[in-house]
């Protein structure tokens, strides 16, 4: 064997090897009485183990491969109570009553993260041999664990991982049930995985034999955190999907994908949805995007669609753009489109905007 074919198949068992202890070191704990075990030989008994003998509060948390993003996953009250000044989203307090996620953008001011992939910490809260609560956090968290237990597993296949939290979610479980909110904290999870099993999770998510509820949520993690695939998938909804309530989610979840393409579905949308609920949702959408792709589609409706309220509803659309684009846009509605609820609708609007242009318009019209 050549000496750089060694020196490569050195390195890449040194990349190898990072990844495994990457995913075995514990995330920053305080407060905890933490025992580490290896899951070598599979998630699913273990755990299945460890909840069945759990009678007293504890604490179980993996870490596995977290999608590409420059995002941190915190709780809602991280940023209030621990100074970020040290590149970390804040102290979350896991025993604290609220068990909401955070998602944000990284702070672009600090430091590029140069060390590989990063992790997305996996954390089930079980008492009286049940889960209660499922918790994500990026790795840059420091959690408080209140003094309870918390049992850290390494060596965690991130398959394993969304086949376990797909359990979760396919509970079955009542939206007023507390089983409810674990679902949708699973559901979360599974989606900023990185792994093609999540992909596939969450396309099973969005069958139409799915119930509505499941359907509408993972069509926001399909946009917020998929990428391509996720917009494939959303772009199926939009056109298959027979649920106009879920549908309606679809548009919001295109807005908030970074793929070119949702723009185009969006406006497909408001043109041919066969509801005009939808098709109002498109333009709403739209209006938040801006773009010459998002006037056009608005304008058009303005003139087209058969419905009042899509029309107005189009209006708003126009003055959520910029106002450089919207304001005279809405000025000509108001001077020109043969619908009078229109017309109005639009001068509501141009004396919302305390633009310039729009008190000129007025006192034009009042001239007269």
């Known amino acids: 064997m050549s000496m750089a074919r060694r020196i490569i198949l050195f390195v890449g068992a040194l990349s190898v090897l990072a990844v495994l202890l990457a995913g075995a070191q514990a995330p920053r704990l305080i407060n905890a009485k933490v025992e580490n075990r290896s899951v070598s ?57 609220g068990d909401g996620m955070s998602i944000s953008n990284s702070d672009k001011q600090n430091p590029v993260r140069l060390e590989g992939p990063r992790r997305l910490l996996v954390l089930y809260r079980v008492e009286q041999k049940r889960v209660e609560k499922i918790r994500s956090f990026s790795e840059e968290c420091e959690l408080d664990a209140g003094g309870l237990p918390f049992l850290w597993l390494g060596d965690v296949r991130a398959s394993d991982s969304v086949a376990l939290l797909a359990s979760h979610v396919n509970s079955g479980a009542a939206p007023e049930d507390g089983k409810a909110r674990s679902a949708h904290q699973a559901l979360g999870a599974i989606a900023l995985t990185d792994d093609p099993s999540a992909d596939r999770a969450l396309e099973n998510f969005v069958a139409p034999e799915q119930p509505e509820e499941l359907r509408g949520k993972t069509a926001f993690w399909l946009g917020e955190t998929r990428g391509k695939a996720g917009y494939l998938l959303l772009e199926r909804m939009a056109r298959l999907d027979p649920s106009d309530r879920v549908r309606e989610k679809v ?69 959520q753009l910029p106002k450089e684009e919207g304001v005279p846009l809405l000025i000509k509605v108001a001077r020109t489109n043969h619908n009078p609820a229109v017309r109005k609708q639009a001068m509501f609007w141009l004396g919302q905007s305390n633009d310039p242009r729009a008190l000129g318009f007025f006192e034009e019209i009042l001239a007269h």
């Open 41 to 97: 030989t599979g998630l699913a008994r273990e755990f299945q183990a460890i909840v069945s003998s759990q009678e007293s509060p504890a604490w179980i948390g993996y870490a596995v491969p977290m999608i590409a993003g420059d995002r941190e996953i915190c709780c809602f009250d991280s940023h209030s109570d621990y100074a970020r000044s040290n590149g970390s989203c804040g102290r979350c307090r896991l025993e604290h009553t």
């Open 251 to 319: 548009t919001f979840a295109l807005s908030v994908s970074h793929e070119p393409e949702a723009v185009d579905a969006m406006i497909r949308m408001a043109k041919t949805d066969s509801s005009s609920r939808v098709r109002g949702q498109a333009l709403f959408w739209l209006g938040q995007k801006a773009g010459k792709k998002a006037e056009s589609a608005i304008t058009d409706a303005i003139e087209n669609d058969p419905e009042t309220d899509v029309k107005k509803k189009a209006v708003f659309a126009l003055s």
